[in-house]
Nanobody, 124 residues
Framework: VQLQASGGGLVQVGDSLRLSCAAS????????TGWFRQAPGQEREFVAA????????DYANSVKGRAIIGRDNAKNTVYLLMNSLKPEDTAVYYC??????????????????WGQGTKVTVSS
């Protein structure tokens, strides 16, 4: 499966942004999905995850209450809605999937396929 992330850009503090991750060559509903981000000079970190059947989701403490992960099976796309953006949200955001039937995924190594990343810059 190939993943194409989009939706990043330059926004102001407090703005909202919806990132998209479109899948091709596979069905997004066959995978659990995660979003990660990587700020300059830092490790790639977990942001949000959704289980394969969509019955579970989780978020990093840094975005909990401000982020929502969702999936549109008809569009073969996963989304990450980020609200109340802060300068520390500035990073390249990556979507990723794994095919394990159960559970989420919190580590980079737990994912099989990755999108190319979309850059989010939050300006104060």
């Amino acid at each position: 499966v190939q993943l194409q992330a989009s939706g990043g850009g330059l926004v102001q503090v407090g703005d909202s942004l919806r990132l998209s991750c479109a899948a091709s060559g596979g069905t997004i509903g066959d995978y659990a999905t995660g979003w990660f981000r990587q700020a300059p000079g830092q490790e790639r970190e977990f942001v949000a995850a959704m289980s394969r059947i969509g019955d579970a989701e989780d978020y990093a403490n840094s975005v909990k209450g401000r982020a929502i992960i969702g999936r549109d099976n008809a569009k073969n796309t996963v989304y990450l809605l980020m609200n109340s953006l802060k300068p520390e949200d500035t990073a390249v955001y990556y979507c990723a999937v794994h095919s394990r039937r159960y559970g989420l995924g919190y580590s980079v190594s737990g994912y099989d396929y990755w999108g190319q990343g979309t850059k989010v810059t939050v300006s104060s």
